[in-house]
């Protein structure tokens, strides 16, 4: 099929992600999302050549002006702007650290949570210890000597 002048070219998903470098799936999203037009002619999608170029000439306007420093002010070292404050900042600062809230109501430190889950007569389970088993090697519920080595020769 010949084209006539004036006829409009299309170009595929995979056509417009090999121009751009880019994955075939970024640019259905940008489809889907509406920033590059699209026919679907039945299941297929195709990309009409001057609607791909009328996009990749307005380039990141589509994003909006940026709101930042360019890159170069921002490397420079130079201040840029002023940070602002958050007034809620430093009590989720306390939170994350664990430090207590004056206005919480206080609760029990975890160890003493854990001792007050035993059963009363039980013994803790931070102790227990089946019956016949020791830790250490006399008999006793001391911890085990760790192994001696003997004396490097020289």
């Known amino acids: ?24 799936q970024t640019v259905r999203n940008w489809i889907d999302a509406g920033s590059l037009p699209a026919l679907r002619v039945g299941r297929r999608v195709r990309i009409r050549r001057s609607d791909f ?47 207590a809230d004056p ?18 007569g039980q013994p803790s389970a931070a102790i227990a210890q089946p019956a016949g088993e020791s830790n250490g090697s006399d008999g006793s519920n001391a911890p085990a000597d760790p192994p001696h080595e003997p004396p490097r020769g020289g």
């Open 103 to 120: 206005d919480a109501p206080a609760r029990p430190s975890a160890a003493r949570a854990a001792a007050d889950a035993d059963a009363p």
């Open 1 to 24: 099929m010949e084209e006539s002048p004036g006829a409009e070219t299309y170009l595929t998903v995979a056509e417009v992600a090999e121009l751009l470098k880019l994955n075939q």
């Open 53 to 99: 170029e009328r996009v990749l000439e307005e380039g990141s306007t589509l994003a909006g002006p940026p709101t930042g420093p360019s890159a170069v002010e921002f490397w420079s070292g130079t201040p840029v702007g002023a940070a602002e404050l958050d007034p809620d900042a430093s009590a989720r600062q306390s939170a994350a650290m664990g430090e």
